[in-house]
């Protein structure tokens, strides 16, 4: 084998290699990760067969790159080969159908567990690639049985077996040596999601918050000691029917590949990318939870808000039907507002994830009071989230006339909202009347001040004290 050395790497079986063959993996929120390890290579100038068992069970063979970070070795894979046909019990009795292995079971002689070899013959494995396995069948002393007569005893594995998932590459090679490459590919198998809690006292509008990350690997391999990334954002992949997870760009990937170490959190091309600042094992089947932020006395105020009609809004069509929307429901929505900024104890690009709201009751002990979701919010923008269902503030939100001319091309729609605070102290709360039926319209008649938030949408902003009723009217005219 003077032109071609056959290797197996497994980094683990190196000695001293723990800190050089440290992994490195940048994990995105949507269900793939790009992995990059140290392949330590001894290669002879021309070509060479190289065995790489370190993939994981879930990686895109096409998306592999290989190389030498120093630049010294110019390196051409020919030829890859992936299999992921690791060996299992019901594997090997495949490949011995037909023949006659040994059993070994315990049987009790004298009192004493006794092991006792049995030959048995194997007539079906039960092996089923890609599906549920079946009963084997194994021959002994000339009668079939279904099920295994004792623990299977194999010969030799072979050389067409493999004990994990295998790239087997047909490496081009400038010059010999001995070096270490990277090898890097995407691959399926790998979440990551943020989770928040937020904790308020019993009154006031400061609130701590503290964020999690979450990771889980299903990617049927252990990373020990893992430089771990987490991007965040939506990066475009494309989605094979049929296939659980897309292709990255491969120049999209190279530069994953050479992104320079981060600090906990920073903008990274379109995205934003967080660093666990400590290289952490993150083990196949395994969930793993570390705070990444902890703010304290961020300003974060309740506000009520009213949406008598949130099921109706304007959907680009004249509506002249009387009865859509006529009435509403009576739930006050029960939210809080916080701005993500540096003079609000905040400041960093949150992913999206869920945040639960915790409150303090007057012995000091935590409650669970509701849960929302935020999306990916950047630096100074306002989040908004609710918390559930005010108990003690109720609206009314009924339809008082309705008047319409398709002569003239106009319509006339009145509305009344009650709102009623049976809490011990005021509260302001915000109605939402969405103008559902055209989009030219025109408020003719208010008994409150409003603000026009968006084409269709306008607020009023009432306050209402302790055991107080409000009403608001308004009159709204549509022409086309």
């Given at each position: 084998?003077?032109?071609?050395a056959?290797?197996l790497?497994?980094?683990?079986?190196?000695p001293?290699a723990?800190?050089?063959a440290?992994?490195?993996l940048?994990i995105?929120?949507?269900?793939?990760?790009?992995v990059?390890d140290?392949?330590?290579?001894?290669l002879?100038?021309?070509v060479n067969?190289?065995?790489y068992?370190?993939?994981?069970?879930q990686?895109e063979p096409d998306?592999?790159i290989?190389?030498?970070p120093?630049g010294k070795?110019s390196?051409?894979?020919?030829?890859?080969?992936?299999?992921?046909?690791?060996?299992?019990?019901?594997?090997?009795?495949?490949?011995?159908?037909?023949?006659?292995?040994?059993?070994?079971r315990?049987?009790?002689k004298?009192n004493?567990?006794?092991?006792e070899i049995?030959?048995g013959?194997?007539?079906?494995s039960?092996y089923?690639?890609?599906g549920?396995?079946?009963q084997p069948?194994?021959?002994?002393?000339g009668?079939?049985?279904?099920?295994?007569p004792?623990?299977?005893?194999f010969?030799?594995l072979?050389?067409?077996?493999v004990?994990?998932?295998?790239?087997?590459?047909l490496?081009?090679s400038?010059k010999p040596?001995?070096?270490d490459?990277?090898?890097?590919y995407?691959?399926g198998?790998?979440?990551?999601?943020?989770?928040?809690n937020?904790?308020?006292?019993e009154?006031?509008?400061?609130v701590?918050?503290?964020g999690w990350?979450?990771v889980?690997n299903q990617?049927?391999?252990?990373?020990h000691?893992?430089?771990?990334?987490?991007m965040?954002?939506?990066?475009?992949?494309?989605q094979?029917q049929?296939?659980?997870?897309?292709?990255?760009?491969?120049?999209?990937?190279m530069?994953s590949?050479?992104a320079a170490?981060?600090?906990?959190?920073k903008?990274?091309?379109?995205?934003h990318?967080?660093?666990?600042?400590?290289?952490?094992?993150l083990?196949?089947?395994?969930?793993k939870q570390?705070?990444?932020?902890?703010a304290e006395h961020?300003v974060?105020?309740?506000?009520?808000?009213?949406d008598?009609a949130?099921?109706?809004?304007?959907?680009?069509?004249l509506?002249?039907?009387q009865?859509?929307?006529?009435?509403g429901?009576?739930k006050?929505?029960?939210?809080r507002?916080?701005?993500n900024?540096?003079?609000?104890?905040?400041?960093?690009?949150?992913?999206?994830?869920?945040l639960r709201?915790?409150?303090?009751?007057?012995d000091?002990?935590?409650e669970?009071?509701?849960?929302d979701?935020?999306?990916?919010?950047?630096?100074n923008?306002?989040?908004r989230?609710t918390t559930?269902?005010?108990?003690?503030?109720?609206g009314?939100?009924k339809q008082?006339?309705f008047h319409?001319d398709?002569?003239d091309?106009?319509?006339?729609?009145?509305?009344?909202?009650?709102?009623?605070?049976?809490?011990k102290?005021?509260?302001?709360?915000?109605?939402?009347e969405p103008l559902?039926r055209?989009?030219?319209?025109e408020?003719t008649q208010k008994?409150?001040?409003?603000?026009?938030?968006d084409?269709q949408?306008?607020?009023?902003r009432v306050?209402?004290?302790?055991?107080?009723?409000?009403?608001?009217t308004?009159t709204v005219?549509?022409?086309?």
């Amino acid at each position: 084998m003077n032109k071609s050395a056959v290797l197996l790497f497994a980094a683990v079986a190196l000695p001293g290699a723990v800190a050089v063959a440290q992994p490195a993996l940048t994990i995105y929120n949507q269900n793939f990760a790009v992995v990059r390890d140290i392949v330590p290579l001894d290669l002879n100038s021309g070509v060479n067969e190289v065995r790489y068992p370190g993939a994981t069970a879930q990686v895109e063979p096409d998306s592999v790159i290989l190389r030498d970070p120093t630049g010294k070795h110019s390196l051409q894979i020919l030829e890859q080969n992936y299999r992921n046909d690791p060996v299992t019990q019901e594997l090997l009795l495949s490949l011995f159908e037909g023949k006659t292995i040994d059993f070994e079971r315990m049987r009790l002689k004298d009192n004493t567990q006794t092991p006792e070899i049995i030959p048995g013959k194997i007539i079906r494995s039960g092996y089923v690639p890609g599906g549920n396995p079946e009963q084997p069948i194994i021959e002994v002393n000339g009668k079939l049985q279904f099920s295994l007569p004792g623990q299977p005893l194999f010969p030799d594995l072979g050389d067409d077996t493999v004990l994990k998932p295998t790239l087997n590459w047909l490496l081009q090679s400038d010059k010999p040596g001995k070096f270490d490459a990277e090898v890097g590919y995407i691959t399926g198998g790998f979440t990551w999601e943020a989770d928040y809690n937020l904790v308020s006292p019993e009154k006031g509008d400061l609130v701590d918050l503290i964020g999690w990350v979450t990771v889980n690997n299903q990617s049927g391999k252990t990373f020990h000691d893992a430089k771990i990334k987490l991007m965040a954002g939506d990066v475009n992949r494309i989605q094979p029917q049929g296939v659980p997870y897309g292709r990255m760009p491969k120049m999209a990937m190279m530069e994953s590949l050479a992104a320079a170490p981060a600090v906990t959190e920073k903008a990274f091309d379109e995205f934003h990318l967080y660093s666990i600042a400590r290289p952490t094992t993150l083990r196949d089947r395994e969930t793993k939870q570390v705070e990444f932020v902890h703010a304290e006395h961020v300003v974060a105020p309740t506000i009520y808000v009213y949406d008598g009609a949130p099921n109706y809004r304007f959907y680009g069509g004249l509506n002249y039907d009387q009865g859509y929307g006529a009435q509403g429901n009576k739930k006050v929505r029960v939210m809080r507002e916080f701005v993500n900024s540096d003079t609000n104890h905040l400041g960093i690009a949150l992913p999206a994830g869920k945040l639960r709201f915790y409150r303090r009751d007057a012995d000091g002990q935590l409650e669970f009071v509701g849960e929302d979701r935020i999306d990916h919010t950047p630096r100074n923008e306002t989040i908004r989230v609710t918390t559930g269902n005010a108990f003690d503030l109720v609206g009314e939100r009924k339809q008082t006339s309705f008047h319409v001319d398709t002569g003239d091309k106009w319509m006339d729609e009145s509305f009344e909202i009650k709102l009623r605070n049976r809490k011990k102290e005021p509260v302001e709360i915000r109605v939402v009347e969405p103008l559902y039926r055209w989009n030219n319209w025109e408020i003719t008649q208010k008994s409150d001040d409003f603000t026009k938030k968006d084409s269709q949408t306008i607020e009023f902003r009432v306050p209402v004290k302790p055991d107080e009723e409000r009403v608001v009217t308004y009159t709204v005219h549509y022409s086309w």
